[in-house]
């Protein structure tokens, strides 16, 4: 994956960019070596690149003040959270400033009246929750690096997590934020109620992958704790097994707080990672959480497990929060457990209509043979949200880049049967070249001016999202021939 | 009038009506023409042939239909099997007294969400992906056809609520909830507003997920002493008797059983349809409803959503004072029903702040350079 090329000119006016930001923050200035190492990734850990400089500032005027700077001087800004993406979005660049939000993490304030909360972008996802779960709430978007991303992360990549099914994904749980627009003027919106009195730029803003501004205060729902959750861990002797079921689930009107599917070679490896109970001789498996007000989900378990034996499937019930937490340790642990099949491992993500699940899965087998590299599949069956995880080893000549073809040949499949190349992980630099299969044209054409509305100079995170960097003062349409795009021999990024 | 009938004659028209400059407005039922700027004499589109269900998938929780199909239409195909839209699509005929028929885009254009908006959210909650022709005349796609999507720019968010200024919408998918097979209404009469919204929070912050909550003061409910807070639950099992036990538990009180759901004619403004006025919906954080509708001060009022949502019907000549009472709480008064002088005049919304404006019409140029859509109107 290629970055547009960097600006030389930039480059040789660092000094002078370094003590024009050490004026406007003046204690949050990276720009030694070995300072600025610590941000030359994020988890898209493959990629790395050295940023121009770091800024961290610590109020909306030093965003606003640098963002002034920036676009006056032509300067590329790539935002950053706290460097968790999968897909690359917060990958510096040579010639850009890295503007990290780490430490505008104030909780500015609870508002239990109105069932919301009010916070810095650089407030961690769980933080939120704990600020709230004495008083029994909670935020329901629950990535799986929740410990660590960071909410304005969040609001750029429209996370979502284990329990979006129901509860859905940040963009459904957000009420209003404030951003600092290219060139440095600050919007706030929507807000506590939840109107804008005009287009929804909340939700375009929301999922925008740092394209279009930065954001500096966020108001997001809380949401009072279920009373009663009960997990379900559900085996098949065979993967269509699995997901005949879980269309028959949804198909009967019960929609589970979440729904996991895992393949058997999944289950084994997290099971000799940290022993969840899985059991190892089940070709698939899934966990299923029901909450909500005691009948309710008396109600939900009870059709599940009929849903289940009609399915040919077994399910057994955690007995106790202790056992419901271990079963979940599991599946949280899945990534880090791969490391029992190979040293490396790149997470995919793409959504499918769930009935094309067995086509898919039998595909992906060829593709892996195919390619000579191994896979395991764990999945938000609920949702369709599969995170193919391909196993490989850096070591070995070319392994790297036979996973990710084969990587992009599994996203490729996701879009053939209807589905999309991201459900949560976003595109970033990592399925950007792959935008040209999902999108016409005159899809991505339509994007690139919405993107220009915002961001004339096309100074924001340049080279993540769109495979082609559009002149924003053309504001018209590419030709398409036939499927061949318009200069075939110009690089793109 | 121009009809057009299929998505490429869509795109011909538009294409036409470019390379003339020639602005336009887009109707299909023609319910919701009187909200909004009134747009003059302009020509119209009417693409009330671009109707029908296209594909439904009951097990994948979507459908995918033709813009102008009825909502009637749409709710009787998911109630077969046992589903409905998550926003709640709230037809505002009876209150603009339009014998039309609503239509699914209509509702989602308008950001026209009823009562049942607490549970699953707006319209833009619900919309997947759609396609639309924009005024270059490209037919163009936002969004997909999965309950899960992060796949380049939110644009299904941007189509709810615009009003049909950004593009022409040729196909629409919605994600699809069950519905719930069981329902209740509960009753807590003779309280304040200050009382019965505080009430009506507290269910909103409980763990009983209700599909509706409003107050009602006396002048537009019968035999509920000074007004009465409302409470919508449902669920899947059993007729409720755990849910009404634990709001019971949480209000104390006497809280009665009501038997006819209340909620179509409050979230749709049906209560307003014969009273004289301009009417008027706000939208506030739910702690600011009991001070917004005291400070309102006028006879025929009721709260929806908690206390975020205000109904009220006021003579024209209140509509600066409502404006600012609205902006002093951060909320924002649209103007729903009122003669086309007081729509010119006060526009569907207040202005906005300029670099949001400047932001917002820059946006609408993206999509509209020449302005071809309903100009205006928002």
Sequence with gaps: ?493 | MSKADTPSQVADFVRAARADKAPFEIVAGGTRRNVGRPLGNLPLLDVSGLSGILKYEPEELIITAAPATPLAEINAALAEKNQRLGFDPADWSKLLKSNGMATLAGAASCDASGSGKLRHGGARDSLLGFQAVNGLGESFRGGSKVVKNVTGFDLPKLMCGAYGTLSVLTEMTFRVYPKPQYTAILCLADVSPENGFAALRKIAHSALEPAGLAYLPASMMADVGQGAALIKLEGASQPLEEKIALAHGLLGGAMRRVEEDPFAAIGSGEKFADLPGDVWRIMVAPSDAPHVAKELNVKHWLGDWAGGMIWLAAAPTEAARIRKLAADVKGQAMLLRASPESRTLHGLYAAQPPALAALGHAVKLAFDPLSLFNPGRL
């Design chain 1, 1 to 493: 994956m290629l970055l547009p090329p960097s600006d030389s000119k930039i480059i040789a006016r660092r000094a002078q960019i370094v003590a024009a930001l050490q004026d406007m923050v003046p204690d949050g200035v990276v720009a030694d070596r070995s300072g600025l190492a610590t941000f030359d990734s994020d988890a898209l850990s493959a990629y790395h690149q050295m940023p121009l400089v770091c800024v961290l500032p610590s109020n909306r005027e030093q965003v606003s003040a640098i963002l002034k700077f920036a676009e006056k001087e032509g300067v590329p800004i790539v935002p950053r959270g706290a460097g968790t993406s999968l897909s690359g979005g917060a990958l510096p660049r040579e010639d850009g400033i890295l503007i990290g939000m780490g430490r505008m993490k104030r909780i500015l304030e609870i508002d239990y009246e109105n069932g919301c909360v009010v916070v810095e972008p650089g407030v961690t996802n769980l933080n939120i929750t704990k600020a709230v779960e004495a008083n029994g709430f909670y935020y329901a978007p629950d990535p799986s690096s929740q410990v660590a991303c960071t909410i304005g992360g969040n609001v750029a990549e429209n996370s979502g997590g284990l329990h979006c099914l129901k509860y859905g994904l940040t963009t459904n749980n957000l009420l209003g934020v404030t951003m600092v627009l290219p060139g440095g003027e600050i919007v706030t919106l929507g807000g506590k109620s939840g109107s804008q009195g005009g287009l929804d730029l909340l939700g375009l803003v929301t999922g925008s992958e740092g394209l279009l501004g930065v954001v500096v205060e966020v108001v997001v729902k809380i949401l009072r704790k279920a009373p009663v959750t009960r997990t379900l861990l559900a085996s098949f002797d065979s993967v269509p097994a699995a997901g005949a079921c879980v269309a028959a689930i949804i198909a009967d009107g019960v929609v589970p707080a979440a729904m996991e599917f895992m393949d058997k070679r999944a289950a084994g490896a997290i099971e000799s990672y940290n022993h969840p109970g899985y059991p190892l001789e089940a070709e698939a498996i899934l966990i299923i959480d029901a909450d909500g007000v005691e009948a309710d989900v008396s109600y939900a378990v009870s059709r599940v497990i009929d849903i289940v034996a009609k399915c040919g499937g077994k399910t057994v019930e955690a007995t106790d929060e202790k056992q419901r937490a271990r079963i979940w340790s599991g599946r949280k642990a899945a990534f880090a457990a791969m490391g029992k099949l190979a040293p490396d491992m790149i997470c995919m993500d793409g959504t499918i209509p769930r009935h094309a699940l067995p086509d898919v899965l039998e595909e992906m087998a060829k593709l892996s043979e195919q390619y000579g590299l191994g896979f395991c599949n764990v999945f938000h069956a609920g949702d369709g949200n599969l995170h193919p995880l391909i196993i490989f080893d850096t070591m070995k000549p070319g392994e790297f880049e036979r996973a990710e073809a084969f990587g992009a040949d599994i996203l490729r499949l996701c879009v053939k049967v209807g589905g999309v190349l991201s459900g949560e992980h976003g595109i970033g630099i990592e399925k950007r070249d792959l935008m040209t299969d999902q999108f016409t044209t005159e899809d991505l054409a339509q994007q690139g001016r919405v993107k220009c509305a915002f961001d004339a100079q096309g100074l924001f995170n340049p080279g993540k999202v769109f495979p082609t960097l559009s002149a924003c003062i053309e504001q018209g349409h590419i030709h398409v021939h036939g499927a061949q795009l318009p200069h075939p021999h110009l690089p793109r990024y």
